[in-house]
């Protein structure tokens, strides 16, 4: 089992930017591959960006392709989500996930294990 405690949502403006964390309890955290969702106010939760139980893989949403960044320390389990060039579209609760897999390449569903979230804010 693992559990994740996400932080360092806010309020920024239009082109701004924010770094989410996302710390990992467990001794087992190279185990997963860690994805970032979101979901914004009425709608359903999308997913964002994945990365692979080494970091050497990663997966990312059409929409934030090229201003947000995924990556890990698996010394510190903690997952990273460094977000630029932040728009008002990306308002949205975040959250982290984690599944357990062999697989290469991070998948965009299925993650058992989630964060409580946090709230991120784009003001135009």
């Known amino acids: 089992q693992v559990q994740l405690v996400e932080s360092g949502g806010g309020l920024v403006q239009a082109g701004g930017s924010l770094r989410l964390s996302c710390a990992a309890s467990g001794r087992t955290f190279s185990s997963y591959a860690m994805g970032w969702f979101r979901q914004a106010p009425g709608k359903e939760r999308d997913f964002v960006v994945g990365i692979s139980r080494s970091g050497g893989s990663t997966v990312y949403a059409d929409s934030v392709k090229g201003r947000f960044t995924i990556s890990r320390d698996n010394s510190k389990n903690t997952v990273f989500l460094q977000m630029n060039n932040l728009k008002p579209e990306d308002t949205a609760v975040y959250y982290c996930?984690?599944?357990?897999?062999?697989?290469?390449?991070?998948?965009?569903?299925?993650?058992?294990?989630w964060g409580q979230g946090t709230q991120v804010i784009v003001s135009s």
């Open positions: 996930a984690a599944v357990a897999t062999t697989a290469l390449v991070p998948p965009k569903g299925g993650y058992k294990h």
